[in-house]
């Protein structure tokens, strides 16, 4: 996998799976399964609320690595709620192109 590949994300959720099972005292992610949902949901909201702050009040750096952190929380509670990645890109490639508020409408989803 190269540096900076999107197939980070896939390779992450495939390595936090695997972890779901593992000992909490020595996994972070296994921790954070064995909290539960409700914890993983507010971990992804402190991550999401570091990210926009970053955003207005702290470098780039700081951006790219509280981003890293969402990403890596919200996979956690994909997992955690039976959500592989394919199926967000899926959603993703059928909201390709809608723009606007009318294409927003019209969303099932």
Known sequence: MAEGSPDILENLFALINSRKDADPESSHTARLYAKGRKKI??????????VAIASLV????????????LLYHLLVLWSDCGVI??????AMHYRFGEDGIDGKKARPL
């Open 41 to 50: 949901a507010q971990k992804v909201g402190e991550e999401a609320v570091e």
């Open 85 to 90: 990645p394919s199926d967000v890109w899926q």
């Open 58 to 69: 702290e470098s780039r750096e700081d951006v790219v690595g509280e981003s890293a952190d």
